[in-house]
Nanobody, 130 residues
Framework: QSQPVESGGGSVQPGGSLRLSCTVS???????IGWFRHGPGKNREGVSC??????????DYGPSMRGRFTISRDNAKNTVYLDINSVKAEDTAIYYC??????????????????????WGKGTLVTVSS
């Protein structure tokens, strides 16, 4: 099995935008992909998640993420994207994606324990600074 690989992080000014990518071999075989972040001095938090096409590509967002974050997927590229707009200093964090292989519900979770512990990427760092 292959683990997810995140990319797209870097330094961005407040108010800017960026796109993070999570590439997973065999993406459509997974029930759900989730994005999480771990900021300095903060607990890890769920950002967004998306289910597979066979369960409708259902999405969910953390309460503070709605409006600025958008999750999407390109199955042909085995990639799930996380677009962040109007970035703020508090978006500074390491962003991780994780996969849950089995499942058939029209639901995905922002709880890290929902995802397979051996299907986490190594993360990509986003730094928001002027």
């Amino acid at each position: 099995q292959s683990q997810p690989v995140e990319s797209g992080g870097g330094s961005v000014q407040p108010g800017g935008s960026l796109r993070l990518s999570c590439t997973v071999s065999g993406l459509t075989d997974y029930h759900a992909i989730g994005w999480f972040r771990h900021g300095p001095g903060k607990n890890r938090e769920g950002v967004s998640c998306i289910t597979s096409p066979r369960t409708g590509g259902i999405t969910d967002y953390g309460p503070s993420m709605r409006g600025r974050f958008t999750i999407s997927r390109d199955n042909a590229k085995n990639t799930v994207y996380l677009d962040i707009n109007s970035v703020k200093a508090e978006d500074t964090a390491i962003y991780y994606c994780a996969g849950r292989y089995h499942g058939s519900s029209y639901y995905c979770s922002l709880d890290a324990e929902y995802y397979d512990e051996d299907r986490w990427g190594k993360g990509t760092l986003v730094t928001v600074s002027s």
